[in-house]
């Protein structure tokens, strides 16, 4: 190991057996022959951490560790690189000082899995895929070793901190509209919530082109929409009926497409409602575990209904692309890596405006 490199580092852990992480010094992994040793500049703290800390095993995959280190959105700089980097791999070229996004769950990419063969390479269950932070160890710490797959060049103009929560906040709602839902300028689009993901997606639609609307229970978020673009008119007022608004608006039969950032049974029933024929409902807000459908009526109006989960690296890289031009800001708070315990329960508990940042002692989120 370099002698520029520590042997030992601090860490916060998820042990299966306790719903409480522990910050502790564990040793400096090496840096893997197919990959990279990264030194953790800025990690995102999300509200998955809060389900990840909660599951004691009844959910626990083949490629899970015991323990492990939390931590899914991370930004760093390469400080050693692997011997077997395949030449063809994108992240070929990269440098001992490169910054790179680390996409957490970048799958096996063998073309006989399940899931990365058949465009799914997020879903992975491959032992040999990355799943870091979520049962691998990931970057709440100051260093992680990452496969070359997960390594995704930060272009100039990208800080740390907002690099980081491209890994997931930026990336899933990219691939939930762009990737997914294939929104395009044509189209007419109703969205449900404005939280991390809600307001970075409102960013991506208003770069799309779409006409759209918003709705949030807070008018905080939602002023925060019309200051990026959104018209104020489009704007259902905090606490007014969505599916009336719609009626009164005479907007009946022309909304396209619905995105979800909420996951309510409310938000679900209002999407039914207020969806044309023929238009689809995007699913990606997780706040209920499940919602009962207007299964006749959605048959009689040939609804799609469309569930997403994550993305892909191809997601990062745009996402990047938006915050490097200014067309994406992702709104960012900052705090030491030791106070981990407190910004997950600040976030969980709707104190944070946005998403939460976690920088190692010593370093700035500007990386």
């Known amino acids: 190991m370099s002698p520029s490199i520590p042997s030992k580092m601090q860490a916060w852990l998820k042990h299966s057996s306790s719903p409480d992480p522990q910050y502790t010094t564990i040793p400096v992994p090496s840096c893997p022959p197919s990959g990279f040793l990264v030194r953790i500049l800025a ?6 951490d809060v389900a990840i800390l909660a599951d004691t095993g009844a959910t626990r995959q083949a490629f899970y560790r015991d323990p492990f280190v939390l931590g899914h959105e991370g930004c760093g700089e390469i400080t050693t690189i692997g011997s077997s980097i395949p030449k ?30 058949t ?14 932070g979520l049962g691998q160890d990931g970057s709440f710490a100051q260093y992680v070793a990452i496969s070359h797959r997960s390594a995704i060049p930060v272009p100039a103009g990208v800080s740390a901190a907002e690099a980081a929560v491209a890994t997931d906040a930026v990336m899933t709602s990219h691939h939930a509209i762009v990737t997914r839902a294939k929104i395009t300028a044509k189209d007419t689009v109703f969205q449900f919530g404005l939280g991390g993901l809600g307001m970075n997606a409102v960013q991506i639609l208003l ?18 929409a019309v200051k990026l673009g959104v018209p104020a008119n489009n704007v259902v007022p905090v606490g007014t009926s969505v599916q009336e608004w719609v009626k009164e608006k005479g ?17 679900f029933s209002d999407a039914e409602v207020i969806v044309r024929r023929g238009g689809t409902i995007i699913n990606v807000g997780l706040l209920e575990h499940s919602h009962k459908t207007n299964h006749i009526s959605n048959i009689v109006k040939a609804l799609t209904v469309l569930y997403t ?33 407190t910004a997950l329960r600040d976030l969980h508990e709707g104190r944070v405006k946005s998403r939460v940042v976690l920088i190692p002692e010593g370093l700035d989120a500007e990386g």
């Open 207 to 224: 770069r799309v082109g779409c006409t759209l609307y918003v709705n949030d229970v807070r008018q905080g978020p939602l002023d925060e």
């Open 88 to 117: 063809d791999s994108p992240a070929a070229g990269l440098k001992v000082g490169d910054r790179v996004a680390m996409n957490p769950v970048a799958g096996c990419d063998d073309k006989a899995c399940p899931d990365c063969g």
């Open 119 to 132: 465009g799914f390479p997020q879903l992975c269950q491959s032992t040999e895929g990355s799943h870091h």
């Open 43 to 48: 990690a995102g703290v999300c509200h998955s």
């Open 309 to 341: 989960f994550g993305g892909h690296s191809a997601d990062i890289v745009e996402g990047m692309k938006m915050i490097a031009d200014g067309s994406l800001k992702p709104q960012v708070e900052t705090v030491a890596m030791q106070d981990f315990p």
């Open 251 to 267: 907007l009946e039969g022309r909304i396209d497409k619905v995105v979800d950032f909420v996951g309510l049974q409310q938000t």
